[in-house]
């Protein structure tokens, strides 16, 4: 991987599009720190220094923004609301028949639905900006537990006008940052979502490293880094993992040309669903954490305390149980609509493609489902232990304020595939640059 990087900086056509990736990196990482007008930038610092345990399904986002939005910066909301929107219109596509004929068009339908995308991005920008801004009116963005005001009032200026003016901000930043997005994936290296989300995780790597460091001492430190080797290493080797079906093509006369008569496969991923499922699953355990608010909390009583003790607790068993159940459930549940054994089955036909030994139609579709369903147990199996890994380590560091460290789970999955398919693309464009023959 090393060589191919330093054989891409040798390139003047590729060395300009890594190049522009890290400057469009520079710029998301500038405006992640920029905080947001109407914020307090000291008060917020402060709460952050006083917090103790998790903030719930807020980790997640906050490590995905790259630590902008407990800080409600001018790009607090991050990728989420893109990533948000186009998992909405992914499932919709199952339901809405018009959405699934724009699928079936090519480029032209994609581009429409792209651009569908868009828009519910920004209408979700605005109401995720809504509920961040009014939850840190509250006080609930740190949990109660900072008493300083994170937006000033009585500067002056109308409370109205600067919540409106925060709103508007964090949502234009959600569409520059689907923009800068964009422009990586036209004019530079690999995806440009997956590129943001990689760079917020990694930003995260060495405060939160440093925060383990500096309260469990060097040994246990080191410890951390060896076993996130040894799950980078395996999530690595589950990622590459595939199951490949043979197809065979016919041979077509077509005028006076012959065509078909080639052999290819359809790579079946043992983690088809990729990190949807883990998404899922944090989302809806979020939901026990959102009902405590509507008790008493000056009085508790026993379902309270239930829920606090074991869906709320990241270290409680049954918490544990029901992440692992969730993300075996949503694995299956996503791989269900994302691939159709039925329509891969028919277009194989219609081009003249079999699977040896198998007869095309109604049998081939039977078999891909069946091959299907036995490699995504042991993926969703895979997905499920990954994911409940940073778990224990809460409980091995006796600690809850690390719900929010990049070691493993979520983080862990998303930037290695990132990665991987960074890699890839680069090798790709090295060889098609660098093609030798059969004679040196």
Known sequence: MLSAFLSAFRTPDLRKKLLFTVGIVAIYRLGATVPSPG????????????????????????????????????????????????????????????????????QAGQ?????????????????????????????QLFNNQCNEEIIPTGTGVPDWLTLSILVMTMTAGTGMVMWLGELITDRGVGNGMSVLIFTSIAARLPSEGWRIK?????????????????????????????????????????????YGGTSTYIPLKVNQAGVIPVIFGSSLLYLPQLALQFFDQNDPGKTQAWIQNNLVDPTSPIYIVVYFLLIIFFTYFYVS????????????????????????????????????????????LYLATISILPNFFFIWLDRQQYLNFPFGGTAVLIMVGVAL?????????????????FLR
């Open 214 to 258: 500096e309260s469990q001492g060097w040994w246990k430190f080191f410890l951390v880094i060896a076993l996130v080797l040894v799950v980078i290493t395996a999530v690595t080797f589950i990622e590459q993992a595939q199951r490949r079906i043979p197809v065979q093509y016919a041979k077509r006369m077509i005028g006076r040309r012959m």
């Open 39 to 106: 914020v307090s930038y000291g008060n917020v610092q402060k709460c952050l220094e006083t917090i103790e345990g998790s903030t719930g399904v807020l980790n997640l986002l906050d490590l995905f923004s790259g630590g902008a939005l407990l800080q409600l910066s001018i790009f607090a909301l991050g990728i989420m609301p893109y990533i948000t929107a186009s998992i909405i219109l992914q499932l919709l596509t199952v339901v809405i028949p018009r959405l699934e004929q724009l699928r079936k068009e090519g």
């Open 337 to 380: 609509i994302t691939f159709n054994p039925t329509e891969v089955a028919d277009n194989m036909k219609k081009y003249g493609g079999f699977v040896p030994g198998i007869r095309p139609g109604k049998p081939t579709a039977d078999y891909l489902d069946f091959i299907l369903s036995r490699i995504t147990l042991p993926g969703a």
């Open 421 to 437: 398919e960074t890699s890839k693309q680069i090798e790709s464009q090295l060889m098609q640059r660098n093609y030798e023959g």
């Open 111 to 139: 581009a429409k639905i792209t651009q569908y995308t868009r828009y519910l991005t920004l209408g979700l920008g605005v109401l995720q900006a809504s509920a961040f801004v009014a939850l840190a009116r509250s006080g």
